[in-house]
């Protein structure tokens, strides 16, 4: 993307306030980015913190029509549910070779291309939460009219958040139940590492620093370049010490027999959801 052109986040939430956190610090002006939300307040607040031209809808009912026109990239930040309305409402409005980002989980490239004017071109994206910490994940996947450059239009809007990889969209719901939810079970082994902590005896104030350091210094770990998880795990697995008596445990308990059953129940109902979109 070319410094010259715009930028425009329909939606802002949390997510799309990562996004653009990540975009701005790699490099792209806030003057080539618009921004709408419902709320003045919030418009402000996007517009004092980041620089950014920021609209309300609930003061400019027509703020999405004029944010789209003359936007080289449209990023669709509103919850699934309201997506394809508005893509409806934006459609006529959005230049014919605009890259149509959509970051809502579970509509599809189909239902997004079916909203919008045939031969628009459409990425869909799978964003998780890290990118508010600058490591996130992020699956991409392209439209029938997008073309390459659209794509990686669509690789810079996110590269300055974390990884981005370009997978077939019919693995979106896989790496939805994988990194798109896979934050919250760490979250929960980090809470379950606590409770544990508490059983053998510590104070619920140390179990909790226990249990969070504990997950976020084994992710730095993670994140460090080469690293392979299976080779940490046995790097502090000694033979017949405590660790080895635990992850014999999680073995015997079929630990990862579970998280897939997880997962699986994740990436069932995210194909439900489109389903129930369909619908509407």
């Given at each position: 993307?070319?410094?010259?052109?715009?930028?425009?986040?329909?939606?802002?939430?949390?997510?799309?306030?990562?996004?653009?956190?990540?975009?701005?610090?790699?490099?792209?002006?806030?003057?080539?980015?618009?921004?709408t939300?419902?709320?003045?307040?919030?418009?402000?607040?996007?517009?004092?913190?980041h620089?950014?031209?920021?609209?309300?809808?609930?003061?400019?009912?027509?703020?999405n029509?004029?944010?789209?026109?003359?936007?080289?990239?449209?990023?669709?930040?509103?919850?699934?549910?309201?997506?394809?309305?508005?893509?409806?409402?934006?459609?006529?409005?959005?230049?014919?070779?605009?890259?149509?980002?959509?970051?809502?989980?579970?509509?599809?490239?189909?239902?997004l291309?079916?909203?919008?004017?045939?031969?628009?071109?459409?990425v869909?994206?799978?964003p998780?939460?890290p990118?508010k910490?600058?490591?996130?994940?992020?699956?991409?996947?392209?439209?029938?009219?997008?073309?390459?450059?659209?794509?990686?239009?669509?690789?810079?809007?996110?590269?300055?958040?974390?990884?981005?990889?370009?997978?077939?969209?019919?693995?979106?719901n896989?790496?939805?139940?994988?990194?798109?939810?896979?934050?919250?079970?760490?979250?929960?082994?980090?809470?379950?590492?606590?409770?544990?902590?508490?059983?053998?005896g510590?104070?619920?104030?140390?179990?909790?620093?226990?249990?969070?350091?504990?997950?976020?210094?084994a992710?730095?770990?993670?994140?460090?370049?080469?690293?392979?998880?299976?080779?940490?795990?046995?790097?502090?697995?000694?033979?017949?010490?405590?660790?080895?008596?635990?992850?014999?445990?999680?073995?015997?308990?079929?630990?990862?027999?579970?998280?897939?059953?997880?997962?699986?129940?994740?990436?069932?109902?995210?194909?439900?959801i489109?389903?129930?979109?369909?619908?509407?």
């Amino acid at each position: 993307m070319g410094n010259d052109e715009k930028i425009v986040f329909l939606g802002c939430g949390s997510m799309g306030e990562a996004i653009l956190g990540g975009m701005l610090a790699a490099g792209v002006p806030p003057t080539s980015v618009v921004v709408t939300v419902r709320r003045p307040e919030r418009a402000n607040e996007l517009a004092t913190r980041h620089g950014v031209t920021a609209l309300a809808s609930n003061e400019e009912a027509a703020a999405n029509v004029q944010a789209v026109q003359g936007a080289s990239v449209v990023i669709l930040g509103v919850k699934p549910v309201g997506t394809i309305e508005l893509c409806h409402e934006v459609a006529a409005s959005v230049d014919a070779n605009a890259v149509v980002i959509s970051i809502a989980a579970a509509v599809s490239l189909a239902q997004l291309e079916g909203a919008l004017t045939p031969g628009q071109p459409v990425v869909r994206s799978m964003p998780n939460t890290p990118l508010k910490v600058g490591r996130g994940v992020v699956g991409l996947s392209a439209g029938s009219s997008a073309e390459e450059h659209h794509l990686a239009a669509a690789h810079e809007v996110f590269d300055g958040s974390g990884v981005v990889l370009d997978i077939p969209e019919e693995q979106q719901n896989a790496v939805s139940a994988i990194s798109g939810s896979g934050p919250a079970y760490a979250f929960y082994l980090a809470e379950a590492m606590a409770a544990a902590a508490v059983d053998l005896g510590l104070s619920p104030e140390v179990a909790q620093i226990l249990g969070r350091e504990t997950v976020a210094g084994a992710g730095l770990m993670l994140a460090q370049p080469g690293a392979n998880a299976t080779e940490l795990r046995r790097a502090v697995t000694s033979p017949r010490g405590t660790t080895e008596q635990a992850i014999a445990t999680f073995e015997r308990l079929d630990l990862a027999g579970v998280v897939l059953a997880g997962a699986k129940a994740a990436a069932a109902r995210a194909a439900e959801i489109t389903a129930e979109l369909g619908e509407k």
